[in-house]
């Protein structure tokens, strides 16, 4: 029996061990046998199933007899050899199959394994672990794992029932943590969950084993590393908790002050909070020097929320006196009178008017400077206490009067009336001068020139769709207009207003023209223009033609509307 067929019968059979031993004991001959029949072989297998005995097997088979590290990365990587179950305990016989290569070709498919190994791969139902197996193995062998996020992820993933000392990898991908954002952001999906006795929470696990395995300092250092490096509140709450369990001591927080005060400014809120509460500490312990007190307390009443700005107005309040430090912190407080909520600007108002006999000459002109941006009620309780306020004269920019552009002529011709029809079928959202302008001329025009418009209005208008001119143009060819008053009271206001308006056009039609054609583009109507419109075409002398050509089947309300009309324009 030849190496392929002895490799064959192994794989058929779904023996990952056999086959393992088998590419470890044959020669380089063999390998490459196996190696020149695997893809064919592959071929046949094709499709492979979810739980196909052989798909293992191959990938052991691969692992072990191809011939660069290139072409076996690729191999154990290939999507149709990873199956959904049966993966655990594979990466020992891979490790088996390549062990008689040499250690520089292991450690070269160690690196390429691992560039290829990315913190998304574990995010699936089961995850292939033999990837990160295979790496860490090969890794262990040079006794030079690295510390990347691929590598990090499987560890904290892999590794999270394994008690630290049962784990020899604990030393040193524990401290990965705080450098691999992905290994954070995974933890910190579970803060705070309560999935039941019966679920294992990962960060609940992993911070007791860190907080109980690792030194102090180090896990502060690691944690303000972290939390420098900025991310979302949902990235960093893992590390936040962590923190928050070491409960920093007032000693602890003044050697790492400088790295709490960069974080005051622009961290999101949970760390802030955090920062300031050991910024507070430190000051209640040894009062900072004003220098430092000034950068705290300005990044902080800059910030944008409310609670934590008003946190730093009481601190700001608490420790004037006992730190003597009355007069900065009067100006500092002073500095909120132009925040946007009126909560804070009061209550940086009371904390300034209560504190007025520590205030110096000097602070006292800061407070009122400051007080010039304050509304009125609160500037004249300022004004009160430290004197008048100047306020800002604010110079109102003159702006250009609006110009209107040009309104179109009006539609003189069923001829410029067939082009506008046209246009305004293939136009996309057309403004309301031209939609006027239509309008406008179907009721003056459309009657006389339907013959000669038919055929344009059934082509582009013939559907009936109760909004804008298609009314009309739907009225135009029933020779009456469609009951629309469904549509009105089920339409929301405006749009039943504009409705409304083309159903009075289409109750016009063959009439004269409309009185409430806008003569500007602003949707104005120049009472003079529609005085000369009314002259021109009689209204009062149409009112009965227009009446008698309203359809019989006119609505109560269209009937009441024409005999308003009358009465307004005739005066009887």
């Known amino acids: 029996m030849s190496v392929w067929e002895e490799m064959r019968t192994r794989i058929q059979t779904g023996n990952s061990a056999g086959v393992a031993a088998l590419a470890a004991r044959i020669d380089e001959a063999g390998r490459k046998e196996v190696a020149a029949a695997l893809p064919g072989y592959l071929r046949e297998c094709v499709p492979l199933g979810r739980n196909d005995l052989r798909t293992m097997p191959l990938r052991v088979a691969g692992a072990g007899c191809l011939g660069g590290a290139a072409a076996v990365a690729a191999w154990l990587a290939r999507r149709d050899l990873r199956p959904v179950r049966g993966i655990d305990g594979i990466a020992v016989h891979v490790l088996t199959a390549v062990s008689p290569r ?44 690295p510390r990347t996020e691929g590598i990090v992820v499987g ?19 524990a401290p990965a943590i705080f450098d691999a954002d992905a290994a954070g952001e995974y933890l910190s999906r579970f803060v705070g969950a309560d999935y039941g006795s019966a679920f294992v929470n990962p960060a609940e696990v992993m911070s007791a084993r860190v907080l109980g395995n690792m030194k102090r300092d180090e896990l502060l250092d690691g944690c303000l590393r972290r939390l420098l490096r900025g991310g979302t509140q949902r990235e960093l709450a893992w590390f936040v908790h962590l923190h928050e369990s070491l409960a920093p001591s007032p000693e ?22 955090s920062a300031f509460a050991r910024v507070r500490a430190v000051d209640e312990s040894e009062p900072l020097d004003q220098e430092t007190f000034v950068e705290a307390a300005r990044a902080l009443l800059f910030r944008p929320e409310r609670r934590i700005v008003k946190a730093t107005l009481s601190w700001l309040d608490r420790t004037a006196a006992s730190a003597d430090r009355q007069g900065i912190s009067i100006e500092l407080v002073a500095g909120a009178f132009g925040h946007e909520h009126s909560e804070i600007r009061e209550r940086a108002v009371r904390i300034v008017t209560k504190r007025v006999t520590s205030a110096d000459p000097l602070t006292a002109e800061t407070v009122r400077r400051s007080a010039s941006v304050l509304p ?6 300022i004004a009160a206490a430290y004197g008048a306020v100047e306020v800002d004269t604010i110079e109102v920019p003159v702006l250009p009067p609006v110009v209107p552009r040009e309104l179109d002529p009006p539609i003189a011709s069923p001829a410029e009336l067939r082009g506008a029809i046209i246009e305004d079928h293939h136009g ?21 020139a339907i013959g000669e418009l038919r055929p ?11 909004e804008g001119n298609d009314i009309l143009l739907n009225a135009l060819l029933a020779g009456s207009p469609r009951p629309v008053d469904d549509v009105l009271e089920s339409a929301p206001a405006p749009d039943a207003l504009f409705r409304r308006r083309f159903r009075e056009a289409a109750d016009l039609l063959g009439g004269p023209a409309l009185l409430a054609t806008p003569t ?53």
């Open 252 to 273: 602890e927080a003044a050697s790492r002050l400088r790295d709490y005060l960069r974080l005051l400014p622009a961290a999101v809120s949970a760390v802030a909070e």
């Open 102 to 145: 040499t250690s520089a070709w292991r450690l070269d498919l160690a690196r390429r394994l691992a560039d290829r190994l990315r913190p998304s791969d574990f995010d699936r139902w089961q995850p292939d672990y033999m990837f990160w197996e295979v790496v860490v193995g090969l890794f262990a062998e040079a006794e030079q794992i």
């Open 155 to 173: 560890w904290v993933r892999r590794h999270i029932g394994t008690d630290p000392a049962d784990d020899p990898l604990f030393p040193v991908m």
């Open 376 to 381: 009125s009620t609160e500037r004249n309780v």
């Open 428 to 448: 996309w959202d057309p403004a309301w001068p031209e939609v006027e302008r239509l309008m406008a001329a179907l009721v003056t025009h459309g009657p006389a």
């Open 456 to 466: 344009d209005i059934e082509q582009y208008g013939g559907f009936y769709h109760p």
């Open 520 to 572: 500007s583009a602003t949707g104005h109507l120049d009472p003079a223009a529609a005085s000369e419109a009314a002259d021109t075409h009689r209204i009062r002398d149409t009112i009965p033609a227009l009446t008698a050509w309203t359809p019989k089947s006119r609505s109560t309300r269209v009937a009441k509307e024409a005999a308003r009309l009358r009465t307004v324009l005739t005066g009887s």
